[in-house]
């Protein structure tokens, strides 16, 4: 018997659930409260459980976006070459031949896997100065094509980040989903009696759907437990970092008459050789122009060090004397920036390569079957879901939830998606 019908049987009834669904009988007939556990994970999972779906699901398919472009998007596709190796200088020069009226403003591999499959994406600016990118396959310094709009990840990106409705407003939103989770997670693990007995324990398949279904969440919940840790802590990280928390160090200020608005190749192979040099073995994912006078051409990178973002190792450059301004470096971190470069490849799952990636995507899964099935097992243990007459009744367990979840879910990321 499982964790909800122990809760809801009465003792001796041979196990129909209890008429209220919210007590049990003790041994003397009394009503015997449930656990406060109990009705804490029905709290911190239920009532935003269509949400919390939700956002799993987009931060799933974010995951592994540029993968999944790389699929139907024959552009973004390279050909062998050893990563670290590429010539940054080239791939200029070729998108500049190849669109001379564009002004390029950066070079990298822009949240793509800094892998051998992928090309590398040039940030340009037409003549009517429309932003776009330019791809170039690093293996043979050839453009294979330029890209006007959002992509995929783009998307998906905003989608799960902010949910295409004012920043502040939806990054609140779906960084407090971490509370959510570390609470179901935390009360789930205190109502379901020693879990550890459950990794190895087999779905009653001969049992109606409600039985296979709470088997089905038990297992995935006790499987992802180390996932929605990581999780949950990372996306309240993300939170307090919106709040204002803030352990970056200063980036180094140039002489604001030394802003550029682009460069040449020639200028692109001197400062990723002076990066190389400040930094043997340094292997360089971007180079980025200044945004503003006052910023430095940023050349970054991965150096030396684990578990942290493509781009934490980096150096600042003038870009008119072409002196280094200044350099960070990943190993010799603080542990509060470290924490910063960190929480992203945890986040994400970007620090292995395309098996993290894919281990995290699988988990996203389960974590966005969770939070459906627990939904489900609520819905049918109170049997709400059997209400007929009202639209969504199988949504009626979320009570005054119902409506802003459907709404924020489908209508605001469906409009924006139209504009955006």
């Known amino acids: 018997m499982d964790v909800s019908e122990r809760l809801l049987d009465t003792p001796g009834s041979g196990g129909a659930p209890a008429s209220a669904g919210r007590s049990v009988l003790a041994g003397d007939g009394r009503r015997k409260p449930l656990p406060l556990a109990y009705w804490l994970h029905n709290l911190f999972g239920l009532k935003l459980s269509l949400f919390l779906a939700f956002v799993c699901l987009t931060g799933t398919i974010a995951t592994v976006a540029h993968e999944i472009e790389w699929l139907y998007k024959p552009a973004v596709r390279a050909s062998a070459f050893t990563p670290g190796t590429e010539d940054w200088g080239a791939m200029w020069a070729a998108a500049e031949q190849a669109y001379p009226q564009a002004t390029l403003t950066g070079i990298g ?52 980040y902010y949910l295409f409705i004012p920043r502040d407003v939806g990054f609140y939103l779906v ?15 205190i109502v379901y009696k020693k879990f550890w007995r459950g990794f190895f324990r087999r779905p009653r398949l001969s049992r109606n759907l409600r039985t296979l279904m709470g088997d089905l969440h038990r297992l995935g919940g006790v499987w992802s437990i180390w996932f929605a840790a990581i999780i949950s802590l990372t996306s309240i990280y993300y939170f307090f970092e919106w709040s204002g928390l803030d352990w970056n160090s200063e980036t180094p200020r140039v002489p ?37 006078p006052g910023d430095p051409v940023i050349v970054q990178g991965h150096w030396q060090a684990v578990l942290v973002r493509e781009r ?50 699988v988990f996203g899964l389960v974590l966005t079957g969770l939070a459906a099935s627990g939904a489900y097992l609520f ?25 802003p979840s459907v709404l924020l879910v489908t209508l605001v990321p469906g409009v924006a998606f139209l504009f955006w």
């Open 256 to 292: 604001e008459a030394h802003f550029v608005e682009t460069a040449t190749a020639a200028d692109i192979a001197r400062w990723t050789a002076l990066a190389r040099a400040a930094k043997p073995g340094f292997a360089i994912t971007a180079i980025a122009l200044p945004y503003e």
């Open 109 to 160: 591999s822009y949240d793509r896997s800094h892998a051998a499959y992928f090309a590398k994406s040039i940030a340009a600016r037409d003549a009517a100065g429309t932003d776009f990118n330019i791809y170039v396959d690093p293996g043979t310094g050839r453009v294979t094509g330029h890209e006007y709009g959002r992509s995929l990840q783009d998307a998906m990106r905003a989608l799960h």
């Open 379 to 403: 819905a049918k243990r109170t049997r709400l879901a059997l209400r007929e007459g009202t639209p969504f009744a199988l949504l009626d367990y979320l009570g005054a939830w119902k409506w």
């Open 175 to 189: 960084t407090s989903l971490g509370f959510v989770l570390l609470g179901s997670l935390v009360t789930g693990l």
């Open 312 to 361: 934490t190792d980096a150096v600042f450059i003038d870009p008119v004397t072409h002196q280094i301004a200044g350099r960070r470096t990943a190993h010799l971190m603080g542990a509060g920036e470290r924490i910063v470069h960190t929480v992203d490849p945890l986040h994400f799952g970007t620090f292995g390569g395309l098996a993290t990636r894919l281990l995290w995507a």
